[in-house]
């Protein structure tokens, strides 16, 4: 391998592409892949597959970005990241290449002849959008059967009068055979106008009410408007509505003043107050195993225009980094608006490439360049936050709509039945875990997961009573499991019904210590030790290897969230006990000494090193404490020191 950029592809034994990426020293980087240098969970997994690569030696960095993004929308491989909803998403057009372009909601391949603005990922809001732009700014909708009608006249040469450039037919004649455009024309035979036109959302060029000059005028405002800069309409629509009014013409004034308050109902639903100079796109990220949510705020002069939300799928196992640069790539591609800032929870490790590239589309002509950037406080950082807390409610909606939670435990639980041979899928497991500091407040959860979702009215919650002075997690699951499934236990309705797996938190010991107990209360359970790293599960029919579920699958994803849970749920209980444990008083053993009276010596020394320190007669000295409670507590206080 050369050490130089490029792209690489990973290929199976049937040729197909299994993983993309790109590299600024490919042999460094395929090496990485090839000695399983790479912690990515999915690199073993991939690389079991691997038969053959490719690869293909670019002139920079820059070059091998645009290359992997083309290749994995020709290849789609399975290991790289990619869009949940693979489909078009809708965009704003304006279709240029007419004499009087009309706007319209699209989701076709772009053409060259027309402008989009987008995309938008929900469809509701894009044509509302379009409502708002034609109520600001009148323009003709591609819809409307008028303005088709005089598409195909225009086309066909049909009732127009051309007034333009005076000149005589045989110069006209002359110049449209050197293929040079003809003078535009500037009035039309006045058909009967369209309603649009009597609503104020047209300006009427099918009834000749305006010219083409005039036209081009309210597209370029439309164009600026849904590139976001709508703060320069509002002094320019009071301005008509003020001058209107002055010359009496109280109809043209109303229609400004409609206009004037759909812009200001726009500044209504913006709920966070920004700075009218902020140019930025926000992306938060909600990640789960293996499915991403995706929101993404569109933000010119501190307004958010454009609200978007997308899924990502096929994570397996890859890095934020990963992640959130194949995003960008896959986004931006298709977007039309490009900021000159993008904001980003994640520092990415070639930002400058992906800046570049996005330098690339933004072809500015004052030489603006793009800056990715990873906010720690102020309203980019404010944003960016809510842009986060709003990809998890998108993803939690996406979960919702397409049933996907549901369809996902059924899966991991006929995953968990062939893989850990049991006799029917486990609807009920229940899992324990050990959390103890050096054998002190020692503590046992017990969850359970009922048709693969917690059931957390079913948790239990265990205090060792073991008392090993040391930590000792043999013996103590040995205990908690013989107190859970002893005969009065599992004869009582509130701890439920038997188990269809037992999990237990530490791998071989512990099932080994799982095992034994249940054998001495004659019980047949199905046990898997779960090992604290790479989630291995050893099971009893299987002594030397254990059992490794699938990068990505289902029963995995389960496994990890029961494991999980049974963890918090376990270290919260410790903490708790040892909490309290920290906070009892050394004055708690003093005889005759209360609450009132504690909160008296405190008052009076400050603290107990200074309670430690004095003598009886000053402990005496202090008003409601008796001189036998003084020496009291000097005897406790002198006895705690010595021990």
């Not at 993008?342 to 800046?355: G, M, R, S, Y």
């Not at 210590?513 to 599960?537: F, H, R």
Request: hydrophobic content about 40%.
């Amino acid at each position: 391998m050369p050490q130089l950029p490029g792209v690489y592809l990973w290929k199976d034994a049937s040729g197909a592409v299994l993983y993309v990426g790109k590299a600024k020293l490919l042999r460094n980087r395929m090496r990485q892949y090839a000695n399983l240098q790479d912690e990515r969970a999915m690199v073993p997994l991939m690389m079991e597959q691997v038969a053959s690569f490719e690869y293909l030696v670019t002139a920079s960095e820059h070059e091998s970005l645009v290359l992997e993004k083309n290749f994995i929308n020709q290849y789609n491989p399975p290991f790289n990241v990619d869009f949940k909803d693979d489909k078009s998403y809708p965009f704003i057009a304006i279709t240029k290449g007419d004499l009087f372009p009309a706007i319209k909601y699209t989701r076709e391949k772009p053409l060259v002849s027309s402008r989009y603005f987008g995309p938008y990922t929900d469809a509701r809001a894009a044509r509302m959008m379009i409502e708002v732009a034609r109520r600001v700014v009148p323009i003709c909708s591609a819809s409307c059967v008028e303005w088709k009608r005089l598409k195909r006249r225009l086309e066909h040469g049909q009732g127009v009068e051309d007034t333009g450039d005076k000149e005589d037919s045989s110069e006209r004649d002359a110049r449209q055979g050197d293929g040079a455009a003809t003078s535009r024309p500037t009035s039309f035979s006045h058909d009967k106008p369209c309603f649009d036109y009597h609503v104020g959302l047209g300006p009427g060029p099918c009834a000749g009410a305006c010219t083409p000059e005039q036209y081009a005028g309210n597209v370029r405002q439309v164009e600026r408007f849904l590139s976001g800069h709508r703060r320069e309409f509002l002094a320019r629509i009071e301005d008509e509505m003020l001058s209107a009014s002055a010359e009496l013409d109280f109809e043209r004034a109303a229609r400004s003043k409609k206009r004037l308050d759909t812009l200001r109902s726009l500044e209504d639903r913006q709920h966070v107050v920004l700075s009218p100079t902020l140019n930025v796109d926000v992306i938060g990220f909600y990640r789960e195993e293996t499915i991403t949510g995706v929101h993404l705020f569109t933000v010119r002069e501190g307004v958010v225009i454009i609200s978007n939300e997308f899924i990502l799928d096929k994570g397996l196992d890859v890095s934020d980094g990963d992640l959130v640069g194949t995003f960008l790539l896959r986004y931006y591609e298709q977007a039309t608006s490009i900021p000159r800032e993008v904001v980003l929870a994640t520092q990415l490790e070639d930002a400058a490439v992906i800046a570049g590239w996005l330098t690339t589309r933004l072809d500015s002509k004052r030489g603006a360049k793009v800056r990715l950037t990873v906010p720690s406080r102020g309203e980019r950082h404010e944003l960016l936050e809510l842009a986060q807390r709003n990809a998890k409610h998108s993803l939690m909606r996406y979960k919702v709509r397409t049933r996907y939670d549901e369809e996902r435990k059924n899966a991991a639980l006929l995953q968990l039945e062939s893989a850990l041979a049991l006799p029917a899928a486990p609807l009920r497991i229940e899992c324990f875990d050990i959390s103890t500091i050096h054998g002190k407040h020692s503590v046992a959860s017990m969850v359970v997961f009922t048709a693969g979702g917690p059931d957390k009215a079913q948790y239990r919650r265990f205090k060792v009573r073991l008392d090993t002075g040391e930590a000792n997690d043999f013996a103590m699951m040995s205990e908690v499991l013989g107190r859970r499934y002893a005969p009065e236990r599992m004869a009582d309705e509130r701890f439920g019904k038997r188990p269809d797996l037992l999990i237990v938190d530490g791998g071989k010991p512990q099932l080994t210590a799982a095992l034994d107990q249940l054998a001495a209360l004659g019980l047949d359970i199905p046990v898997a030790g779960l090992a604290k790293q790479d989630e291995e599960l050893f099971v009893p029919w299987q002594e030397r290897e254990p059992v490794v579920l699938p990068s990505g699958s289902a029963a995995l994803y389960l496994v990890k969230q029961i494991r999980d849970e049974a963890h918090r749920f376990a270290i919260t209980y410790h903490r708790e006990l040892r909490g309290k444990a920290m906070t009892a008083s050394a004055l708690d053993d003093v005889v005759g000494l209360g609450a009132k009276r504690k909160k008296l010596l405190l008052r009076a020394f400050g603290s107990l090193k200074h309670i430690r320190a004095a003598s009886v007669d000053e402990l005496a000295a202090i008003k409601g404490i008796p001189r036998a409670v003084a020496e009291e507590v000097c005897a406790v206080l002198a006895q705690q020191q010595q021990e």
